[in-house]
């Protein structure tokens, strides 16, 4: 069967693609097989603990809607954003001698939008908590 599939790998027809057609059918017919397989022999029984939320055991108070300080937020994405533009200086210092003056320079470049983005942060206040 191999042979036969891979007969036609030269020609750039439709038949290429029969391996890849095939596999994907095979994992979708067994998802669904599965899926219905389970639904039809797996117990059935709605209870009014079952159908309740879970919670861990512990019982819910108040409401989970409740306002929080977005500088908490705030920081985590900025601390993402920065950790990121970190990163890229990692491939710099590993090849900072086959990169030559185009490579500091590019890397100057980056620098300075860095501290850009740095200081228009803090012009803004978004590191600031007392308010």
């Known amino acids: 069967m191999f042979y036969l599939l891979q007969a036609g790998a030269s020609s750039s027809s439709a038949t290429?693609?029969?391996?890849?057609?095939?596999?994907?059918l095979i994992?979708?017919?067994?998802?669904?097989?599965l899926m219905v397989l389970?639904?039809?022999?797996?117990?059935?029984r709605k209870t009014s603990d079952k159908l309740q939320n879970f919670t861990s055991g512990i019982e819910s108070h108040g409401d989970a809607r409740q306002p929080m300080a977005i500088k908490y937020f705030l920081t985590a994405i900025l601390f993402v954003l920065f950790d990121v533009e970190?990163?890229?200086f990692y491939p710099?210092?590993?090849?900072?001698?086959g990169l030559g003056?185009?490579?500091f320079w590019a890397v100057l470049l980056f620098v300075g939008?860095?501290?850009c983005g740095f200081l228009y942060i803090v012009k803004k206040g978004a590191l600031n908590w007392e308010d």
Not at 16 to 24: E, F
Not at 27 to 33: N, S, T
Not at 92 to 97: H, L
């Open 101 to 103: 003056w185009s490579g």
């Open 92 to 97: 710099y210092a590993v090849n900072i001698q």
């Open 113 to 115: 939008f860095f501290l």
């Open 16 to 24: 290429t693609y029969l391996p890849l057609a095939l596999q994907v």
């Open 86 to 88: 970190v990163i890229f």
């Open 27 to 33: 994992a979708v017919g067994l998802v669904v097989f």
């Open 38 to 44: 389970t639904h039809l022999l797996g117990p059935s």
